[in-house]
C-alpha cells in the first residue's frame, strides 16, 4: 500500500508531504487480495504444467522430424547418384542410411536397384527378396526383376517383355530405358536400340543416357570421333555421369589418344576404386604412353594380392620383357598359361622369355603354340566386322568367334561372343563345351555343370 509520509516542522508540529495518497485493493480488501494471490499462484503452476506438456510435445516431434528429415535428404542422395550411374557411391549412401535408421523395406529395394545396376546377380536377388519381406510394392520389385532380365538379354521375347514394362502407369524412363538399351544393344539389335533412344530423346530430352548409348553405337561402329563428341557432350552437361567416362576411356583409346584416356579413367576410378577391368586398361594407357614405372607400381599389389586379370599380367610381363627381366615374365605368366597355353600373347613372351633364358626346349613349345594360332587371331577383325555390320546373323560364326577370343586372345570377349552365340540358339552345343572349358579353368564348376548336363541330355548321356 502506497502512504503519505509525515515530517516534523520546526516547531514540533506535523505536516504531511505534498505527494497524493494512493490505495490498492490490497488496502481495500486484504482477504480478496489473498484469494487473488493463491488464484494467481496456481494459474502459474498450471502454465508450467502446460508448459511442460507442450515441450514433452514438441520436442519428440523436433527429434522425428530431424530424422526423417535426414532420412529423407539421404534417399534423395541415393536416388541421385543411382541416376548419375555412381552405384557405389549409392550403395556407399545405403549403408551409411541403414545404420543410422536400420534396414527397411526402401533401403533394402534400392540396394536392389544398386546391385541389378552393377549386374551382381545374387545379391540382387537378395536384397529383392529382402525388400518383399518387408512389404515393399510387389509390383515395383517384380518390374526390377524383369528388368534385370532384360538388361542380360534372358527373355524368350524381348518385345514383350519391354512392352510389359513400359506398359507400368508413368515408367520411369531414367531406370527402364538404361535396361532396354543395354538388352537390344547385348542382342545386336541396333536399330531397335537406335529407334528406342529417339522415343526417349522425345520424351525426356533432360537425360545423359540419350548422348551416352549414342556415343556407345558409334563407338561400336568404330566412328572414335563421332563418340568422343558425343562423350564429350555428355560429360559436360552431366560431369557427375559416371559412366561416360569409362567409354570416354575407350573412344579415346581407339583415337589413340591414351593422355585424354588416362585422365578420364582416373575420374571413372574415383567412384569405382575396385573396377579390374577399367584399372587394367588404365594399365594399358599408361603403357601407351611409356609411363611404366606407373603401371608396375599399380598392377604389382594385385599380383601379390592375386587380384589381378590376364590382361594385367601381359602388360606387366611386356614391362618386364623390355627390361629384360625374363625370369619376371616368366614368373608372371606362368600361371595364366597353365590355364590357357594356347592364348597366342603369352605364348610369344614366354617363348621369347625362355629363349633368353636358354631353355630352349620351352621356348620352342611356347612359339609352337603362338604359331598354331597366329592366322585365327589375324582373322579376328575381319569376322568382327562382319557380326557388327549384321551380315553374320547365325550363332555358328558368334562362336567362332567367341572361340577364337577366348582360348588365344581375351577371356572375357570370348566368354561375350559364346554368351551371343547362345542367345541365338541355346542348342548350340560347341558354345556349351566351351563354357565347360571356361568355367572348370577359373574353378567353377558349378556353372561348368550346367552346361556339361545340358550337353548330355542333348546327347543321350547318362
Same mark, same amino acid.
Given at each position: 500500500?502506497?502512504?503519505g509520509r509525515?515530517?516534523?516542522?520546526s ?11 494512493l ?31 507442450l ?14 528429415n ?8 541415393i536416388e ?19 545404420k ?27 536384397f529383392?527378396s529382402?525388400?518383399k519381406?518387408?512389404?515393399y ?11 534385370r532380365?532384360?538388361?542380360?538379354g534372358?527373355?524368350p521375347n524381348m518385345? =514383350? ?5 513400359m506398359s ?8 527402364i ?23 526417349w530423346s522425345?520424351?525426356?530430352p ?13 563407338l ?9 563428341? !558425343?562423350f564429350?557432350n ?9 559412366p561416360v567416362y569409362?567409354?570416354?576411356?575407350s573412344?579415346?583409346?581407339?583415337a ?6 588416362v585422365?578420364?579413367?582416373e575420374r ?13 586398361v ?15 607400381e599399380?598392377?604389382?599389389?594385385? =599380383? ?15 614391362i618386364?620383357?623390355a ?7 616368366v ?7 597353365a !590355364?590357357?597355353?594356347e ?13 633368353a ?13 603362338a ?6 587371331v ?16 547365325q ?8 572361340h ?12 561375350y561372343?559364346l554368351? !551371343? ?18 568355367f572348370?579353368?577359373?574353378n ?19
Amino acid at each position: 500500500m502506497a502512504r503519505g509520509r509525515s515530517k516534523p516542522t520546526s516547531s514540533g508540529s506535523i505536516e504531511a508531504t505534498n505527494f497524493p495518497v494512493l490505495l490498492t485493493l490490497d488496502d481495500l480488501d486484504p482477504k480478496a487480495a489473498k484469494n487473488t494471490k493463491a488464484e494467481a499462484k496456481r494459474s502459474s503452476g498450471w502454465s508450467s504444467v502446460r508448459l511442460a506438456i507442450l515441450l514433452a510435445i514438441l520436442i519428440p516431434l523436433a527429434i522425428f522430424g530431424y530424422f526423417r528429415n535426414r532420412y529423407t535428404t539421404s534417399i534423395q542422395r541415393i536416388e541421385k547418384s543411382l541416376a548419375m550411374g555412381d552405384d557405389q557411391e549409392a550403395l556407399k549412401e545405403i549403408k551409411k542410411l541403414e545404420k543410422n535408421s536400420g534396414l527397411t523395406a526402401e533401403s533394402a529395394f534400392l540396394r536392389a536397384r544398386a546391385y541389378r545396376h552393377i549386374g551382381d546377380d545374387v545379391a540382387f536377388s537378395q536384397f529383392a527378396s529382402i525388400a518383399k519381406q518387408l512389404n515393399y510394392p510387389e509390383d515395383k520389385i517384380s518390374t526390377e526383376r524383369l528388368l534385370r532380365e532384360i538388361q542380360v538379354g534372358n527373355v524368350p521375347n524381348m518385345d =514383350i517383355s519391354i512392352a510389359e514394362v513400359m506398359s507400368v502407369a508413368e515408367p520411369d524412363l531414367e531406370q527402364i530405358g538404361p535396361a532396354i538399351v543395354y538388352g537390344r544393344l547385348g542382342k545386336l539389335e541396333f536399330e531397335k536400340a537406335d529407334a528406342f533412344l529417339k522415343f526417349w530423346s522425345d520424351t525426356d530430352p533432360k537425360t545423359p543416357w540419350i548422348d551416352f548409348f549414342r556415343g556407345m553405337l558409334a563407338l561400336s561402329g568404330r566412328d572414335a570421333d563421332k563418340s568422343i563428341e !558425343l562423350f564429350e557432350n555428355c560429360a559436360r552437361s552431366y560431369p557427375d555421369f559416371v559412366p561416360v567416362y569409362r567409354q570416354l576411356a575407350s573412344a579415346y583409346l581407339q583415337a589413340r589418344d591414351p593422355q585424354r584416356a588416362v585422365l578420364a579413367l582416373e575420374r571413372y576410378l574415383k567412384s569405382n576404386k575396385d573396377d579390374l577391368d577399367a584399372i587394367g586398361v588404365l594399365g594399358t594407357a599408361l603403357f601407351n604412353l611409356d609411363r611404366v614405372d606407373q603401371v608396375v607400381e599399380l598392377f604389382e599389389p594385385l =599380383i601379390e594380392s592375386g587380384k589381378a586379370t590376364i590382361e594385367m599380367r601381359i602388360v606387366l610381363a611386356r614391362i618386364f620383357s623390355a627390361k629384360n627381366e625374363h625370369k619376371k615374365v616368366v614368373d608372371t605368366l606362368s600361371s595364366v598359361a597353365a !590355364l590357357w597355353p594356347e592364348d597366342v600373347r603369352v605364348a610369344n613372351l614366354l617363348s621369347q622369355a625362355h629363349q633368353a633364358l636358354g631353355n630352349t626346349a620351352e621356348s620352342d613349345r611356347f612359339a609352337k603354340a603362338a604359331e598354331a594360332g597366329q592366322a585365327d587371331v589375324q582373322s579376328i577383325d575381319g569376322r568382327l566386322a562382319r557380326l557388327m555390320s549384321g551380315t553374320d546373323r547365325q550363332a555358328q560364326q558368334h562362336y567362332e568367334l567367341g572361340h577364337i577370343l577366348l582360348h588365344k586372345q581375351s577371356r572375357e570377349d570370348g566368354l561375350y561372343w559364346l554368351n !551371343l552365340a547362345l542367345s541365338l540358339d541355346e542348342t548350340f552345343l560347341p558354345a556349351h563345351e566351351d563354357m565347360v572349358i571356361y568355367f572348370n579353368r577359373i574353378n567353377k564348376p558349378e556353372l561348368a555343370a550346367r552346361h556339361q548336363r545340358y550337353i548330355n541330355l542333348r546327347r543321350g548321356v547318362q
